[in-house]
């Protein structure tokens, strides 16, 4: 009997070492720690979704736009999550090899802009002269801060001012004069007066049905990992079916982002439909190409057949 409990017990190591050496590793780029969007693959690692896919992730946090192509060229992780399109567009044009594999964010409902309460500043209309943060060059934050200026024909001085808390350092400091930011953060600070909001990305409304932001790889990751990769979508897509109906991952979210669950929640709901995180289809690129001229990231008109080779998406709408 003593035997056969050694022996049922080794087969028991066995077999876990066997599911430890299945699991696949993949790296993968977040922009902004705190986030509901980015925060669908850290509740798909904290809910194990990803393990029982034998997916292994390890997660790095950037500050988004060049910082995150510059990762992903250098093959410091395997794939980004929520890339701004305008920087892979000029990238790829100057024949950086990225692979858009999925879209991430369509519409822009999610980003704001915001002053400090004694600065005068009540409206976006008030920001011509006045130097306007956005993260980096070539993210999301910078079309959608170049579409506000075109929007309200003003003449900002857009400033690249990285991450969320900085920014709010150098606004509250009085380095620059608006800045950006995504709920839950600065929803505080404006709840207590400090801050007014002067503009959101839902207020232009030709960027409401465009992705403007993307996942990404490139074509030598794409190769050597395309079933990891594909199994990850995959996962990906369950998890933010998941995040929309189990109160779990309210729970989740409120940790990472270090507010209240009512915070948390209040955050999704206004800020994040999901139809707006749609993981199938990369929408309007021609008025992306269009912006990408308009805003000089690439040097003469395109058409989106001249730059098919940027996208292929892993994972098909089902039928």
């Not at 982002?257 to 800020?271: E, H, I, L, N, P």
Request: charged share 20%; proline share 5%; glycine share 8%.
């Amino acid at each position: 009997m003593k035997v056969m409990r050694i022996l049922a017990a080794g087969a028991a190591l066995a077999a876990m070492s066997c599911v430890a050496a299945a699991q696949t590793k993949l790296n993968v780029a977040l922009p902004q720690k705190g986030n509901w969007d980015t925060g669908i693959t850290e509740f798909g690692v904290k809910a194990g979704f990803f393990k029982e896919a034998g997916l292994d992730i390890e997660i790095l946090y950037t500050q988004g736009g060049a910082q995150t192509v510059q990762a992903v060229l250098a093959g410091s992780v395997d794939l980004a999550m929520q890339g701004g399109i305008l920087g892979l567009v000029g990238a790829f044009v100057k024949n950086a090899p990225l692979r858009i594999v999925a879209p991430a964010m369509t519409g822009t409902p999610d980003a704001f802009w915001y002053a400090r309460t004694d600065s005068g500043i009540k409206s976006f209309k008030d920001v011509d002269g006045k130097t306007v943060a956005f993260s980096a060059p070539g993210s999301s934050t910078n079309l959608i801060l170049l579409a506000l200026f075109d929007h309200y024909k003003v003449k900002g001085k857009a400033t690249p001012t990285g991450g969320i808390p900085g920014t709010f350092t150098q606004v509250m400091s009085k380095q620059i004069d608006v800045g950006w930011s995504v709920p839950p953060f600065g929803l505080k600070e404006q709840a207590a007066g400090e801050t007014v909001i002067v503009a959101r990305g839902s207020e232009v409304p030709q960027l409401q049905s465009q992705t403007v932001r993307v996942n990404f790889t490139t074509a030598d990751t794409l190769a050597k990992k395309r079933d990891a990769l594909v199994k990850f979508q995959q996962v990906y897509i369950k998890t933010l079916d998941w995040a929309y109906q189990d109160p779990k991952a309210i729970d989740y979210f409120a940790e990472i982002a270090g507010v209240s669950v009512d915070v948390a929640k209040q955050t999704r709901d206004q800020f994040y439909p999901k139809a707006s995180l749609q993981p199938y289809e990369v929408k309007d690129m021609q008025q992306t190409l269009d912006q990408a001229l308009a805003f000089k990231f690439i040097p003469k008109a395109m058409k989106p057949e001249e730059i098919k080779g940027l996208v292929e998406i892993l994972v098909p709408a089902p039928k």
